[in-house]
């Protein structure tokens, strides 16, 4: 099985810093992993898919790169709004999976 | 526009069988291209994937979790279910479905989009 791998686990930081973090996969995945952000009390939202693609609506300060191993999620300028716990994933025809997240909270 | 809700018991007794379902509405389940999945999260903690079924009823599960689970899709009703057999504490969490798209290559691989439609969640406890 893949698994998946986040660093920090958690990250302080304030509005209009550049923040990044990173995400390992046990072995190579080519760039078959997606960025999902998720608020308390709701259910996760995709922002970027295959490595390095917004999803449709996701403002241009998130952007994804990587392939193989290691990917990283960059935020160009911390919004209020991107305060938030994230997680990449991993996402196969044959199975799915989920790194342990990364919760960016105020500094 | 696309909508998922999960409904089913809030509690179940340890050793039994937890059962949800997801209702979808503004779609259809059935449709070519796009498939369902069910994810839980433990309090306080991250996402799990439990499994995916895809158009015709082929499924994949997590392997942790494969020799106790069972997902499948009730056309009449637009509803895709979730059982989960010898239920413990562990299996208390808040249970997400949601839906992706999938293709197929040139190769003939069926290749997959992520999670894009979520539902709410639903929290099940399980306690004596």
């Known amino acids: 099985d893949i698994q998946m791998t986040q660093s920090p686990s958690t990250l302080s930081a304030s509005v209009g810093d550049r923040v990044t973090i990173t995400c390992r996969a046990s072995?190579?995945?080519?760039?078959?992993l997606a960025w999902y952000q998720q608020k308390p009390g709701k259910a996760p939202k995709v922002l970027i898919y295959?490595?390095?693609n917004l999803e449709g609506g996701v403002p241009s300060r998130f952007s994804g790169s990587g392939s193989g191993t290691e990917f990283t999620l960059t935020i160009s300028s911390l919004q209020p709004d991107d305060f938030a716990t994230y997680y990449c994933?991993?996402?196969?025809?044959?199975?799915?999976?989920f790194g342990p997240g990364t919760k960016v909270d105020f500094k | 526009q696309l909508q998922l809700q999960e409904s089913g018991p809030g509690l179940v007794k340890p050793s039994e069988t937890l059962s949800l379902t997801c209702t979808v509405s503004?779609?259809?389940?059935?449709?070519?291209?796009?498939?369902y999945g069910w994810i839980r999260q433990s309090p306080g903690k991250g996402l799990e994937w439990i499994g995916n079924i895809f158009y015709g009823g082929n499924t994949r599960y997590s392997p942790s979790l494969e020799s106790r689970v069972t997902i499948s899709v009730g056309t009449s009703k637009n509803q895709m279910s979730l059982r989960l057999r010898s239920v413990t504490a562990a299996d208390t969490a808040l249970y997400y479905c949601?839906?992706?798209?999938?293709?197929?290559?040139?190769?003939?691989?069926?290749?997959?989009?992520?999670?894009?439609?979520w539902g709410q969640g639903t929290m099940v406890t399980v306690s004596p």
């Open positions: 949601a839906r992706a798209t999938y293709y197929y290559e040139s190769s003939g691989n069926r290749a997959v989009f992520p999670f894009d439609v």
């Open positions: 503004g779609g259809f389940i059935t449709s070519e291209n796009y498939f």
């Open positions: 295959k490595a390095s």
């Open positions: 994933q991993h996402y196969s025809s044959y199975s799915f999976t």
């Open positions: 072995q190579s995945i080519s760039n078959w």
